[in-house]
């Protein structure tokens, strides 16, 4: 069963800073989807980023940013230029494409961006 | 669109009695999930179900949990009876069902049960 590891149960980070908050994941399959999910204290659950397996090119969206190193199965995502609004939970979620739908989710990086 | 739907956003019930989470996915969506977030568990999948067909249960936790979704639009999670370590969050998610979009998720539904 794949496996999604979130070793940092919490961060801060100075507003303007960067930040990068870490994920790694097991599976032994070849072709997979990786998603960052923020929730903010209003608890609805939103997507930042995702990052198709088979891509070598690491996705970006704005200020954030993956750094997705298939061969070490890590995923990390990058917060620049950091703003008080990205204060959240962060989650890192596997999807395999070996039959399975289904997302798994890591525990959670607490996020708190100070002013 | 409205998004995903979930009712009540808010429940505090005593032990012992029955409690119905409801949701409302997106229209179009194909798969439907149901996940439970506590501090200590993080977010666990519950069920899963494609065209309205449950997938995977193997999350849900007890025989006093069970989920139906009897059309596309509409989705229920009970517990019967509740406990209170049933206490968390229940989030009820859609998707089209292509392997590389996105979940949409509900604002969840905090169940207290006291």
């Known amino acids: 069963a794949q496996t999604v590891t979130q070793s940092q149960p919490e961060m801060s980070v100075q507003e303007a800073e960067t930040v990068t908050l870490s994920c790694t994941y097991d599976?032994?399959?070849?072709?997979?989807?990786l998603f960052w999910y923020k929730q903010p204290p209003s608890r609805q659950m939103i997507l930042v980023i995702r990052?198709?397996?088979?891509?070598?090119q690491n996705a970006t969206e704005n200020r954030f940013s993956v750094n997705f190193q298939k061969a070490a199965k890590s995923f990390s995502l990058k917060i620049s230029d950091s703003q008080l609004g990205d204060t959240a939970m962060y989650f890192c979620?596997?999807?395999?494409?070996?039959?399975?739908?289904?997302?798994?989710f890591g525990k959670g990086t607490k996020l708190t961006v100070n002013p | 669109d409205a998004g995903v739907i979930q009712s009540p956003r808010h429940e505090v019930t005593e032990m012992g009695q029955e409690v119905t989470l409801r949701c409302k996915p997106i229209?179009?969506?194909?798969?439907l999930f149901w996940y439970r977030q506590t501090m200590m568990r993080g977010l666990e999948l519950l069920i899963y179900?494609?065209?309205?067909?449950?997938?995977?249960d193997s999350g849900m936790p007890e025989d006093r949990f069970s989920a139906k979704m009897p059309n596309a639009s509409f989705s229920t999670l009970k517990i019967q009876p509740s406990e209170p370590r049933d206490s968390a969050v229940y989030f009820c998610?859609?998707?089209?069902?292509?392997?590389?979009?996105?979940?949409?998720f509900g604002q969840g539904t905090r169940l207290t049960v006291v």
């Open positions: 979620a596997f999807r395999g494409t070996g039959g399975s739908e289904k997302l798994v």
């Open positions: 599976t032994s399959e070849n072709n997979y989807y």
């Open positions: 990052q198709e397996a088979y891509k070598q």
């Open positions: 229209s179009g969506h194909n798969s």
């Open positions: 179900f494609n065209n309205n067909v449950p997938i995977d």
């Open positions: 998610a859609s998707e089209t069902g292509r392997l590389n979009t996105e979940a949409f």
